[in-house]
């Protein structure tokens, strides 16, 4: 994903990718920040980093969760940078995202084969398998509501 911040503090986001990779429309994104990707075990302290970064003038790399439209989270590799102006201040933000999850999960299962009280990759796997038990949740919820309402209008 690329997003631009403009002098005025919109963004600008690609569209198309997000539409691609996240589930996103056009009308969901529409006035929206990049923020809208963040969730509940966004890393918080990389994007305070990422804002330090900025201010330094400095290019920003970093790696954290962010959430599909669906709900579902994925691990990226973010990059980040600012492009200045004429007067020396920044006109743009430009941001790139990288959906990493399958490859750090194949780098992380070998480690569990190695060391199965790695706690950075059961912490890892416990994150997709919440998302997968929530799904779970939802769906049998909605199947249990269906029949219900099914007997509700026989009777």
């Not at 006035?31 to 994007?47: F, I, S, W």
Request: proline letters at 3%; hydrophobic letters at 30%; charged letters at 30%.
């Amino acid at each position: 994903m690329q997003a631009k911040k403009s002098t005025r503090g919109e963004f600008f986001l690609d569209f198309k990718k997000l539409r691609e990779d996240q589930g996103y429309s056009r009308d969901d994104l529409r006035g929206k920040t990049p923020r809208l990707l963040q969730g509940e075990h966004t890393d918080h302290a990389v994007v305070g980093l990422l804002k330090e970064k900025l201010l330094n003038r400095e290019v920003f790399h970093g790696q954290t969760w962010n959430y599909r439209k669906d709900g579902e989270p994925f691990l990226m590799n973010w990059y980040c940078y600012s492009i200045f102006g004429e007067r020396g201040k920044p006109i743009y933000y430009v941001a790139e995202q990288d959906d990493v999850t399958e490859i750090e999960s194949l780098r992380l299962k070998q480690r569990l084969l190695v060391n199965p009280q790695d706690a950075e990759a059961i912490n890892f796997f416990a994150i997709l398998e919440n998302h997968r038990a929530k799904q779970k949740r939802t769906i049998f919820g909605h199947a249990v509501l269906t029949e219900q309402q099914n007997r509700d209008q026989k009777t």
